[in-house]
C-alpha cells in the first residue's frame, strides 16, 4: 500500500529553528510538495522538490533524498504566524497526489 | 480577488437530504478537485475533472457526484447524505490537470451530517 508518515504534532520556540519529517512509500515517484494550512483555512503551496537535495525559499527550506524515501521541511527564525499544519503529499508513478495527515507545528513565545 | 470560492461556509444537514456544494475559480484552470478532510487523515480526493465536460472518480466517490458544465464551475452533490459525510470539503484547481501542478485550494465548507 501508499504510506506518508509526518509526525502528528511539533513544538518549537519563537526565533527557533525546526525540521518537520516527511516518509514516504508508494508505487514510484514523481514529486513531492510541501502544503502549510493554517487552522480553519484552506492549504496553500510552499514548495515541490523533485530532485535530490535542498531548495531554499526565504526561511522556508524543503530537502528530497528519493533513495531514502525522505523530505523534511526546514522553517527557520520561527514566528508565531508559523503555528500552522504542514501538509506532505507525494505524486506517484500513476500521477495520483498522495496526501499525508499533516505536522501541527506550535509555536511558543 | 481572482481565486476560489465555495458555498456555504458551513451547513447543518439532517441524514437523508440532498445536498449541493458550490466551487467557483477565476483563473480559468482547466483542472478541479474536491477533497474532504477529516482528522488524522490526510486530504482525499472524491472527484475531479481535468476540463469542461469530463470528470473522474477518485480515492472517496461513492455516494457524490460532481458536474462540470464549464470551465469555472464544479458543484459536489450529496444526494443522500449521512452522518459518515461529515467533514471539511475542499475545492481546488490547477491549470493543468497533471498532479505535479500546484493545486490552489477554496476556503472549505463545513459539513454536519445528523
Known amino acids: 500500500g501508499q504510506n506518508i508518515d509526518q509526525p502528528t504534532e511539533m513544538t518549537a520556540t519563537e526565533g527557533a529553528i525546526v525540521q518537520i519529517n516527511c516518509t514516504y512509500q508508494t508505487s514510484g515517484f514523481n514529486g513531492l510538495f510541501w502544503y502549510q494550512q493554517h487552522a480553519g483555512e484552506a492549504p496553500t503551496f510552499l514548495s515541490y522538490n523533485v530532485l535530490d537535495g535542498l531548495e531554499e525559499k526565504g526561511r522556508f527550506s524543503s530537502f528530497l533524498s528519493r533513495s531514502k524515501g525522505y523530505s523534511y521541511l526546514l522553517l527557520k527564525e520561527l514566528q508565531m504566524k508559523d503555528s500552522a499544519s504542514y501538509l506532505c503529499a507525494v505524486v506517484d508513478s500513476n500521477y495520483q497526489l498522495i496526501w499525508g495527515a499533516g505536522t501541527k507545528l506550535i509555536i511558543k513565545p | 480577488i481572482a481565486g476560489i470560492t465555495q458555498a456555504p461556509t458551513s451547513q447543518i444537514l439532517a441524514a437523508g437530504r440532498r445536498m449541493t456544494l458550490r466551487c467557483t475559480q477565476d483563473m480559468r484552470h482547466n483542472a478541479m478537485y474536491w477533497y474532504r478532510q477529516d482528522l488524522g487523515l490526510g486530504l482525499r480526493l472524491i472527484h475531479y475533472?481535468?476540463?469542461?465536460?469530463?470528470?473522474g472518480k477518485g480515492e472517496v466517490p461513492d455516494g457524490y457526484s460532481v458536474s462540470r458544465a464549464n470551465t469555472d464551475d464544479f458543484p459536489l452533490t450529496l444526494a443522500s447524505a449521512v452522518p459518515s459525510q461529515t467533514s471539511v470539503y475542499f475545492c481546488?484547481?490547477?491549470?493543468?490537470?497533471?498532479?505535479?501542478?500546484?493545486?490552489?485550494f477554496g476556503p472549505g465548507t463545513r459539513l454536519t451530517v445528523l
Open positions: 481546488a484547481s490547477s491549470d493543468s490537470g497533471t498532479s505535479t501542478d500546484t493545486q490552489y
Open positions: 475533472s481535468n476540463t469542461a465536460g469530463t470528470t
